[in-house]
C-alpha cells in the first residue's frame, strides 16, 4: 500500500469539478491487489451501504436516500461509539466506483472528499483504489494523514482478507 501526496493544482482541479464540498489540500491514496475479480469484490464494496459489512471500525450503517443515488447518506456508528455522517456525491456501477464526502465527524480532518474504485488486475485479480483529499483540523498535516490512512488500510485489510486464497 502506498501514500502520495497530490499537487495543490490537483487540489484545485477537484474543486473545480463542480462538487459542493471543497477539496483539501492533503491527499492519502492507499491500492491493494485483492485475489478475485472486480465483478465479485464489488459485490463485497459496491453498497454505499455496506461498509459495516466489510470495515472493521464501522459497526452499523443507516440508510437516508438511495445507496446508489448521488444525495443519498449514510450515518455510521463506530466501535468507538463515535458517529460519522456521510454523503454520496457520485456513483457507477458499471465503473466499479463511487465518491462520497464526510459531512459531520469526530475525525481531525475537514473537507473530506473520497473515491474508492476497483479495476481489473493480473490473473483475474482486483486492484481496489482509495483515494481521499482533506484538510487537517485541530492536528497536524502528518497526524490527520497518518489517521486517514489507518482508516483506508484496515478496512483495505479486511477486503483483501476476505478473498484470501484457501
Known amino acids: 500500500m502506498k501514500i502520495r501526496t497530490l499537487p495543490l493544482s490537483v487540489a484545485g482541479f477537484l474543486l473545480a469539478t463542480g462538487s459542493c464540498f471543497a477539496a483539501g489540500a492533503l491527499s492519502v491514496e492507499r491500492e491493494v491487489t485483492i485475489d478475485n475479480s472486480?465483478?465479485?469484490?464489488?459485490?463485497?464494496?459496491?453498497?454505499?451501504?455496506?461498509?459495516?459489512?466489510?470495515?472493521?471500525?464501522?459497526?452499523?450503517s443507516e440508510l437516508k436516500g438511495q445507496a446508489g443515488q448521488a444525495g443519498a447518506r449514510?450515518?455510521?456508528?463506530?466501535?468507538?461509539?463515535?458517529?460519522?455522517?456521510?454523503?454520496?456525491?457520485s456513483y457507477s456501477a458499471a465503473q466499479r466506483s463511487y465518491s462520497y464526502a464526510i459531512v459531520e465527524s469526530a475525525l481531525p480532518v475537514a473537507n473530506y472528499k473520497a473515491t474508492?474504485?476497483?479495476?481489473?488486475?493480473?490473473?483475474?485479480?482486483?486492484?481496489?483504489?482509495?483515494?481521499?483529499?482533506f484538510d487537517a483540523?485541530?492536528?497536524?498535516?502528518?497526524?490527520?494523514?497518518?489517521?486517514?490512512?489507518?482508516?483506508?488500510?484496515?478496512?483495505?485489510?479486511?477486503?483483501?482478507?476476505?478473498?484470501?486464497?484457501?
Request: aromatic content about 6%; proline content about 5%; glycine content about 8%.
Open 137 to 166: 483540523n485541530g492536528v497536524s498535516d502528518e497526524e490527520a494523514t497518518t489517521i486517514i490512512g489507518g482508516l483506508h488500510d484496515a478496512g483495505m485489510a479486511k477486503v483483501r482478507a476476505n478473498f484470501k486464497p484457501q
Open 74 to 89: 449514510r450515518l455510521l456508528t463506530l466501535d468507538d461509539g463515535a458517529t460519522r455522517l456521510e454523503k454520496l456525491l
Open 38 to 60: 472486480p465483478a465479485t469484490v464489488w459485490k463485497l464494496v459496491g453498497n454505499f451501504n455496506a461498509i459495516d459489512v466489510w470495515h472493521p471500525s464501522v459497526l452499523k
Open 116 to 133: 474508492l474504485t476497483l479495476t481489473p488486475a493480473e490473473e483475474g485479480r482486483t486492484l481496489m483504489k482509495w483515494r481521499a483529499t
